[in-house]
Nanobody, 113 residues
Framework: VQLVESGGGLVQPGGSLRLSCTTSGFTFSRYAMKWFRQAPGKERELVAVISSGGTNYADSVKGRFTISRDNAKNTVYLQMNSLKSEDTAVYYC?????????WGQGTQVTVSS
């Protein structure tokens, strides 16, 4: 199982980024996919989830972030708009495959003027 994130970078407040997580090694379409983030000195937090039941978001990103997936490309995306300095973090994609969980290497997002 491999998860590879991309798309991070430096962006000004109010700007946008789209993160991608390309996966392999499992039947992508069958599983819920998640985006987490971890800011310096803070615990990793769940940002967004996409599953057959729909999508869910942390309160802090609702209305600004959108999670989506392309099952033909085995890829999950996180569109981030109206970025704030507090969105600065390393962003990770995640999948839970019994009996464990798998993570990508993370991609750094820095929101700063």
């Amino acid at each position: 199982v491999q998860l590879v994130e991309s798309g991070g970078g430096l962006v000004q407040p109010g700007g946008s980024l789209r993160l991608s997580c390309t996966t392999s090694g499992f039947t992508f379409s069958r599983y819920a996919m998640k985006w987490f983030r971890q800011a310096p000195g803070k615990e990793r937090e769940l940002v967004a989830v996409i599953s057959s039941g729909g999508t869910n978001y942390a309160d802090s990103v609702k209305g600004r972030f959108t999670i989506s997936r392309d099952n033909a490309k085995n890829t999950v995306y996180l569109q981030m708009n109206s970025l704030k300095s507090e969105d600065t973090a390393v962003y990770y994609c995640n999948v839970a495959l019994y009996p464990g969980q798998y993570w990508g290497q993370g991609t750094q997002v820095t929101v700063s003027s």
